[in-house]
């Protein structure tokens, strides 16, 4: 096995192992893949998860999820990956209707693909 394999292998097994927390409105449990279904209120849920103790909140594809969580102050760190590619339509990335934020920016990253990963963080005021 290759030395790149063995790394992506090593961070599968590590992702897999990770507990996961997954909003659905479509999902019953029982879920795989060290799953559990975040059932009720969201952002009550997602609030009570920040307290305990552990690592990072990670969250992924959900532009829903990411404006309940903006509504109610449960976003600690931005991370935008910013692609070398238009689409020309597609879902905004923050809708309408949500309350201006300021972000300072904690770093960009480019990558030799050309993708940027931008970390922002909500500005103190």
Known sequence: MSRRN?????????????????????????????????????????????????????MYGSAELMHTRMQHDLIDEYRIWVHPLVLGSGKRLFREGIDSTSLSLVSARPLS??????TYQPATQ
Do not use: C, H, M
Not at 113 to 118: A, D, E, K, R, T
């Open 6 to 58: 063995r790394q992506s292998s090593s961070l599968s097994v590590s992702a897999l192992a990770r507990p996961k927390f997954v909003a659905s409105t479509t999902l019953e449990e029982p879920l795989e893949w060290n799953a559990t279904l975040i059932k009720g209120d969201v952002a009550d849920e997602v609030s009570q998860l920040k307290q305990q103790p552990g690592q990072d909140i990670v």
């Open 113 to 118: 693909s050309g993708i940027v990963i931008l």
